[in-house]
């Protein structure tokens, strides 16, 4: 852990340039901002947030029960689509404000965080997306037969492959997840009707040792992408902005709770079914650890566009090596604890909390060039994430 935060420290001066780009990102550095359409961010929202954490649907409905995942599930999504719309509002107000930087760096986490809370705050949150860039690469390495060989054949792809090929093959990944988890359900509706369900475990929903809400959150989070697509859009674009964020946030929504009602029915071992959950975990885990590999290259970028020295190269090394090293000796048992820890801390400091405060501050620290989300609606989603840090910090976010 303390040669973890050393990586950590060392890395967090130079992520401004991916801070806007989270493990699972796909959107080309050359996109142009008035090229992109609704269409265009909203499947750059929905594709962000469908990867490995997917894989962890089916072992939330048994635990929970089919209807508790389903409510669970479904005010998960509506947490984080008020909590995306706040940023929609507090990066606005800040692209309006006409930064020296450009609109779309003035959209990124970091800068909202540096512009209503000064530069500490901004490192802190770099930080903690490090922190959550290694536990979801380890999670994810740690399904793999192969962890190191995984590793290695990916970061080749990213060190040495052109971008555009690299977006291309995660691009394909990605599509390969989404056909796996569709076929997985349809192959599961057509095995006959639903199997007895595991009781209901509503407990589980509420504040206490092993809850289920950290898991729900890292399965439907997407707030990585609305600071990309509030910037290509620009402070111009806000009705579009907001369009995009709403209609992409539904499609992890609609996927879970489509492959949530699947898991519980049967479904013959066949060739086809086979096939379609190997298409789904291969292309699950190689668009979530190929984005992540992309955002530790970014990690190391030189702000001046020079290239990385030896110290930056070495810091790159590892934060590959150390997430590999410990999912080649943990195994598939730290799947879920990782995914827990990332929902749990990173996730809902970056993408619940930041974002109603940065919204907050800015309504009041002069009127605000737009209100998206009404104020008593900001205040119920932060204090809601207050409570979750408050519960999951409390119980060191251990897995039952």
């Known amino acids: ?39 265009d961010a ?43 719309l706040a940023y929609v509002e507090a990066a606005h107000d800040a692209m309006a404000a006409g930064p020296r930087e450009g609109e779309a760096a003035a959209a990124s986490v970091r800068a909202v965080a540096r512009r209503g809370f000064g530069p500490q705050v901004a490192h ?17 390495l740690s399904l793999a037969r192969a ?18 090929a690299v977006a291309r093959v995660n691009t394909l990944c990605t599509a390969a997840t989404i056909c796996g988890f569709v076929g997985l359900s349809i192959l599961s509706f057509l095995g006959g009707p639903p199997t007895v369900s595991a009781p209901s475990q509503w407990a589980k929903l509420l504040p206490r040792r092993g809850w289920a809400v950290p898991l729900l959150a890292n399965t439907l989070r997407f707030g990585e992408a609305v600071p990309v697509v509030v910037g290509r859009f620009g402070a111009r674009r806000l009705p579009e902005a907001k369009a995009a964020v709403l209609l992409g946030s539904l499609v992890p929504l609609v996927l879970a709770l489509i492959y949530a009602a699947a898991a519980a029915r049967p479904a013959a071992p066949s060739l086809l079914l086979r096939g379609a959950t190997g ?14 590999l992309m955002a530790v290259g970014q990690l190391v ?50 993408y619940g909390l930041l974002p109603p405060l940065a919204a907050l501050h800015a309504r009041r620290r002069a009127a605000p060039r ?14 809601g994430a207050l409570g979750m840090l408050f519960v999951n910090l409390s119980h060191l976010v251990v897995v039952r």
């Not at 852990?1 to 340039?17: E, F, N, V």
């Not at 802190?124 to 994810?140: P, S």
């Not at 943990?330 to 929902?343: E, I, K, N, P, S």
């Open 42 to 84: 909203a499947a750059l929202v929905g594709g962000s947030a469908v990867g490995g954490g997917f894989l962890a649907v089916p072992a939330l409905a048994g635990d929970l029960g089919l209807r508790p995942a389903v409510l669970g599930l479904t005010l998960a999504w509506a947490f984080f689509a008020v909590a995306a």
């Open 301 to 350: 970028q030189r702000e001046d566009g020079a290239a990385p020295g030896p110290r930056r190269a070495v810091a790159a090394a590892a934060a590959v090596a150390l997430p590999t090293f410990f999912a080649a000796h943990a195994g598939r048992d730290a799947y879920l604890l990782l995914l827990r820890f990332a929902g749990a801390i990173p996730t809902v400091l970056l």
């Open 1 to 39: 852990m303390k040669s973890c935060g050393l990586l950590l420290l060392q890395l967090h001066r130079t992520i401004a340039l991916s801070i806007t780009r989270a493990p699972r990102l796909r959107l080309p550095a050359d996109v142009s901002a008035h090229a992109i359409t609704v269409v």
């Open 124 to 140: 802190a949150v770099t930080f903690t997306f490090a922190l959550q860039l290694l536990a979801i690469l380890a999670a994810n």
């Open 279 to 292: 298409v789904a975990a291969t292309g699950a885990v190689a668009s979530t650890v190929l984005g992540c």
């Open 147 to 164: 962890p190191w060989a995984a590793a290695a054949t990916l970061g080749a792809l990213v060190a040495f492959a052109p971008a555009a």
């Open 370 to 383: 737009v209100e998206v989300v009404p104020t008593a609606a900001l205040a119920a989603v932060a204090a």
